[in-house]
Antibody, heavy 118, light 105 residues
Framework: QVQLVQSGGEVKKPGASVKVSCRASGYTFTSYGISWLRQAPGQGLEWMGW????????KYAERLQGRVTMTTDTSTTTAYMELRSLTSDDTAVYYC???????????WGQGTLVTVSS | EIEVTQSPGSLSLSPGERATLSCRASQSISSRYLAWYQHKSGQAPRLLIYGASSRAAGIADRFSGNGSGTDFTLTISRLEPEDFAVYYC??????FGQGTRLEIK
């Protein structure tokens, strides 16, 4: 069965970076892209970007350009999302999700809470 | 950039009642790229509807979607207690509405 398992919660200081992993299983990893989304406290879902299985196609949300990097490791079927120069506004639950050809997300990771606090 | 507006922002109904949630796009979109998700606190979102009207695997048939162009609707025909959650529509994989919170009356 398809599973996406994310790394554990993180607490970071302002200005630091965080890297969240998303290990995929139960399907051919390179046949699907992975999107990353987040939900800040009391807010809705925000799409952060998308990376293809081979990392040869990537698209980031404009407002995060320059601060976010998404990659994949096909040998471990794991996707990564790194966010730099963290501020308190980046405090959120971060999700990875498998992307289908018509852009909907059919399987999701369990979520990773990233807290940015001094 | 497409703007997505969901209405109402919250909806208070009783189990057994019918819920109708609206999603409007700022410009016409292909219905192929319109999806709906259910999100419960502490859980990952769950895909309900894709292609505007197709139910995802394992989704009960009380959930239905329709619409075209700029206006789309998610209908829950008879609310069950487990249906009370936040619902999001999504367009082209990147644009989300702000959500409709469905609460028990």
């Amino acid at each position: 069965q398809v599973q996406l398992v994310q790394s554990g919660g993180e607490v970071k200081k302002p200005g630091a970076s965080v890297k969240v992993s998303c290990r995929a299983s139960g399907y051919t990893f390179t046949s699907y892209g992975i999107s990353w989304l987040r939900q800040a406290p009391g807010q809705g879902l925000e799409w952060m970007g998308w990376v293809s299985g081979y990392s040869d196609h990537i698209k980031y949300a404009e407002r995060l350009q320059g601060r976010v990097t998404m990659t994949t490791d096909t040998s471990t079927t794991t996707a990564y999302m790194e966010l730099r120069s963290l501020t308190s506004d980046d405090t959120a639950v971060y999700y990875c999700a498998r992307v289908l050809s018509t852009y909907e997300f059919d399987f999701w990771g369990q979520g990773t809470l990233v807290t940015v606090s001094s | 950039e497409i703007e997505v507006t969901q209405s109402p922002g919250s909806l208070s109904l009783s189990p057994g009642e019918r819920a109708t949630l609206s999603c409007r796009a700022s410009q016409s979109i292909s219905s192929r790229y319109l999806a709906w998700y259910q999100h419960k606190s502490g859980q990952a979102p769950r895909l309900l509807i894709y292609g505007a009207s197709s139910r995802a695997a394992g989704i009960a048939d009380r959930f239905s979607g329709n619409g075209s162009g700029t206006d789309f609707t998610l209908t829950i025909s008879r609310l069950e207690p487990e249906d009370f959650a936040v619902y999001y529509c999504q367009q082209y994989g990147t644009f989300f509405g702000q959500g409709t919170r469905l609460e028990i009356k």
